[in-house]
């Protein structure tokens, strides 16, 4: 089967530079879209077709359609940066157009070519180039997803799907930037089990996770920290992010541990370029575990003098203070630690074009 052409249909009324305007000075978060998406259509024995770029617009779907029901559903996230130049790059694409293959293998969806998971951001971003904002912290953020639509409510993989892409500009995640955080352990819920759905960016794993979310905000925090699923003392996620524990004081060479991927547990982009970069400063890395016994006891100690946890959408950021049923704690001061912010502005210069790409991450579309 052949890969299809994007073929371009761009809306003939686009927003006007001034509402774009009074949208980019205050995007917000996931508020705001830009003027097109991009769709792509799968059929059992026609394969990918259909592959167009047109103007933003409501989805319109059959009550009946399988992914209502049944959940078969995945996602991606990554974001465009304005350059120096006054050119635009996406960060890793690649990466993300693997992930998603992985995710909808684990799901029983049709995987995505790579090469036209990457064409579709592309084009999207090319033709709302004008929404990438060029504010300090801000970026185009593109939201690949795909869904089943095959109408019938028998349980099965369905025989159909739709492959999108929208974006937003977006400010900022968590508010005040660089703010810490503070996290409630969850003890009563999991996020996954071994065998299930962890490692895909599926729909379902992000609805399982509300419920704890909202344990966390009624306990003052702002996000919920997951443990395995067995003994329930092995850290994994905050929330849908990825978290790294520094050991050692300033003056001292740090030693920089995240849970190891065990297949309960998104392997992040992020997390894995924070891994490349913090080998690049000289730290030294470690994939493993750490139970909650071992982050008090070592916070306790001295041992253990920053936390942060890290992901597309809040790149990386800070946790300030732990709180969980039988005991709370804070990480030094409770403000951002050294390491947390040297490795968020080496990531965030690499990202925006203010330092050298060694790794070529930044996909430029000039």
Not at 4 to 29: C, F, H, M, W
Not at 191 to 204: D, E, I, L, P, W
Not at 238 to 250: D, P, Q, S
């Amino acid at each position: 089967m052949t890969t299809p052409t994007i073929v371009l249909k761009p809306s003939s009324n686009p927003r006007s530079a001034a509402e774009r305007g009074a949208i980019l000075a205050d995007p917000g978060y996931g508020r705001h879209f830009t003027d097109h998406m991009v769709q792509i259509r799968w059929t059992e024995g026609r394969g990918w077709h259909d592959a167009e770029l047109v103007p933003y617009a409501p989805l319109s779907i059959d009550p009946a359609t399988m992914t209502l029901h049944y959940a078969q559903t995945i996602f991606e996230g990554l974001k465009a940066y304005k350059q120096p130049d006054g050119t635009v790059a996406t960060f890793r694409p690649d990466a993300n157009a693997e992930r998603f293959r992985a995710s909808a293998r684990r799901m029983a969806m049709p995987e995505l070519p790579a090469d036209l998971f990457v064409a579709a951001c592309d084009a999207l971003v090319e033709h709302d180039r004008a929404w990438v904002p060029d504010t300090d912290g801000s970026a185009l953020y593109l939201r690949p997803f795909m869904f089943a639509t095959e109408v019938g409510l028998g349980v099965r993989p369905s025989n159909e799907f739709l492959f999108m892409v929208i974006a937003f500009p977006a400010a900022a995640y968590f508010a005040g930037g660089v703010k810490p955080v503070s996290v409630w352990l969850s003890e009563d819920y999991v996020r996954a089990v071994k065998g299930g759905t962890g490692s895909a960016k599926t729909g379902g794993n992000y609805a399982a996770s509300l419920a704890a979310q909202a344990q966390a905000a009624g306990h003052g925090c702002d996000q919920v920290v997951w443990l395995d699923a067995v003994e329930r003392r092995w850290v994994e996620e905050m929330g849908a992010m990825n978290l790294y524990f520094v050991y050692g004081a300033e003056g001292e060479r740090r030693r920089i541990l995240t849970p190891e991927l065990t297949g309960t547990l998104l392997p992040g982009v992020t997390r894995d370029s924070l891994l490349t970069l913090a080998r690049d400063l000289g730290y030294v890395v470690e994939e493993g575990r750490i139970s909650t016994e071992d982050w008090q006891r070592d916070v306790a100690a001295g041992t253990l003098t920053e936390v942060f946890a890290c992901g597309t959408a809040a790149v990386v950021t800070p946790v300030g203070s732990v709180k969980s049923a039988k005991a709370s704690w804070v990480h030094g001061d409770g403000g951002p630690g050294e390491v947390t912010m040297r490795l968020r502005k080496a990531l965030v210069e690499v990202q925006t074009g203010r330092a050298a790409d060694p790794h070529g991450w930044m996909h430029r579309l000039g």
